[in-house]
């Protein structure tokens, strides 16, 4: 297994038929299929409608989501008000995007291209940990070319140190590894280090929204579960 951004994130990754082989107990490798992200997700309604609600008027008007999948969380915001747009480098993911957002959404490759200047804010949810770490510096410049002054993310971030895992692009995975990285998780670090990583590009974490937020999810039954969207993975930033 070799992770290629290009051609990872095809119709099986989107269909719960991404293959992969995971090592049994006694040694032995077995074939699996990687259920992965739905295309459409309810819930990144109530997350958008939360995250605007916290941010307040800091949020701007308009928005850009890097790596937005088939435009759940774009029309999230659209119905917040927000002026947002997509962008993925998902053809497929892209293809189906529901005819409300389609106009909205756009194939990108924001690694190899400016994203596009003129948003008050820009987010990345679920996509940084899937940027090779000698990649990440395109990445950040990619936020930084929205020209945004808020920045959304969340990461899926290391919280134990068998987590951790940053291969090399190109080389083929290990099979003891493909478990983790079928899922296109190439650069799985502690918050900790994005905190700091995003220190140096100028951002800084807006602590009240986070707060803010946090406490949200915790009351909100449903949400309360939901780990990955806790302060262990959400950033909110500012310049």
């Known amino acids: ?28 490798a077995e074939a699996r299929f990687y259920a992965g992200p739905a295309l459409w997700w309810d819930g990144a309604a109530a997350i958008c409608a939360t995250l605007i609600d ?39 993911a892209v293809a189906h995007a529901p005819f409300a957002v389609k106009d909205r959404v756009r194939y990108g490759d924001v690694l190899a291209q400016e994203s596009g200047r003129g948003y ?36 899926g971030a290391a919280h134990a140190p068998e987590h951790l895992w940053c291969p090399e692009a190109g080389l083929e995975i290990p099979l003891e590894r493909e478990w983790q990285s079928v899922s ?10 994005w905190l700091a990583y995003a220190r140096t590009w100028g951002w800084l974490p807006d602590e009240p929204a986070m707060e803010k937020f946090e406490a949200w999810r915790i009351a909100t039954p449903g949400y ?16």
């Open 1 to 28: 297994m070799v992770i290629d951004p290009s051609t990872h994130y095809d119709i099986r990754y989107w269909s719960a038929s991404k293959p992969y082989r995971a090592v049994l107990p006694d040694g032995s």
């Open 54 to 92: 916290v941010l307040g008027r800091s949020a701007g008007s308009s928005l850009l989501d890097i790596g937005c999948g088939a435009g759940g969380f774009v029309s999230g915001f659209v119905a917040k008000g927000i002026d947002a747009y997509g962008i993925d480098i998902s053809t497929y």
């Open 120 to 155: 008050d804010s820009a987010s990345a949810f679920d996509l940084v940990e899937h940027i090779y770490l000698a990649d990440q510096p395109k990445l950040w410049r990619a936020f930084e070319s929205t020209g945004a002054k808020v920045l959304l993310l969340d990461i």
């Open 184 to 193: 296109g998780h190439v650069c799985v670090l502690p918050i900790e280090f």
């Open 224 to 239: 309360d579960q939901l780990e990955a969207w806790g302060r262990k993975n959400l950033l909110l930033l500012r310049r």
